[in-house]
């Protein structure tokens, strides 16, 4: 599975931007997808993770409420909807698969294929 994240960006605080990440290759619908993010100087942090049939959703604290992840099967395609963006949302943001083995996870290390990343500043 390869995946190339797209849709970044510099965004006034309290706005929005919409996060694509298409995969190519079979058996799209198997993986839960995740997007994380890397703050400079932190470590990389999970963002939010969705499970093929979307029935299974996660969001970190620091996002609920503000962004929205969903997913296209039939494009082969994961979105991250961020509105009310704040300063401390500016990162590099990523998405990942993981091939589901019966449960969602939110560990970065669980996850099987990265996309290359994609910048986000938030200016206030």
């Known amino acids: 599975v390869q995946l190339q994240a797209s849709g970044g960006g510099l965004v006034q605080a309290g706005g929005s931007l919409r996060l694509s990440c298409a995969a190519s290759?079979?058996?799209?619908?198997?993986?839960?997808m995740g997007w994380f993010r890397q703050a400079p100087g932190k470590e990389r942090e999970f963002v939010a993770a969705?499970?093929?049939?979307?029935?299974?959703?996660y969001y970190a604290d620091s996002v609920k409420g503000r962004f929205t992840i969903s997913r296209d099967n039939a494009k082969n395609t994961v979105y991250l909807q961020m509105n009310s963006l704040k300063s401390e949302d500016t990162a590099v943001y990523y998405c990942?698969?993981?091939?589901?083995?019966?449960?969602?996870?939110?560990?970065?290390?669980?996850?099987?294929?990265w996309g290359q990343g994609t910048q986000v500043t938030v200016s206030s």
């Open positions: 290759g079979r058996s799209f619908s198997a993986y839960v």
């Open positions: 990942a698969a993981d091939l589901y083995v019966g449960y969602v996870t939110t560990a970065a290390a669980q996850y099987d294929y």
């Open positions: 969705i499970k093929w049939s979307a029935d299974t959703i």
